[in-house]
């Protein structure tokens, strides 16, 4: 099954996302996402019919450590490299990253 990603794929995606394009940009993410799509129906392609399935490559192998309780952070090594620390009230300010 192939499908040819069109220039208006790339738009309605980018309205979707909220993004506003460059017409150099929506060539090159038009190519880009065509290349994606392309190696998603190569992937797709493969026979694993054999293969058991795992939830993670690591399956039956314990990765994590020891959940063992750890002295935190002191309040002014947690505000040292923040942007615009305000140490005395233990807070830092951070962009808005939802709304406007």
Do not use: W
Not at 28 to 40: E, H, K, N, P, S
Not at 45 to 72: K, L, M, N
Not at 90 to 97: D, E, I, Q, S, T
């Amino acid at each position: 099954m192939s499908s040819v990603l069109t220039i208006a794929d790339v738009e309605r995606i980018a309205a979707l996302a909220q993004l506003e394009l460059t017409d150099e940009e929506k060539q090159l993410f038009t190519r880009q996402l065509a290349d994606i799509l392309a190696y998603a129906q190569q992937v797709q392609a493969i026979d694993t019919s054999g293969v058991p399935a795992t939830a993670h490559v690591h399956a039956g192998q314990r990765t994590e450590r020891a959940d063992e309780p750890q002295r935190s952070l002191s309040v002014a090594d947690a505000v040292a490299n923040a942007p615009d620390p305000a140490p005395d009230a233990g807070l830092f300010r951070v962009p808005r990253v939802i709304g406007g």
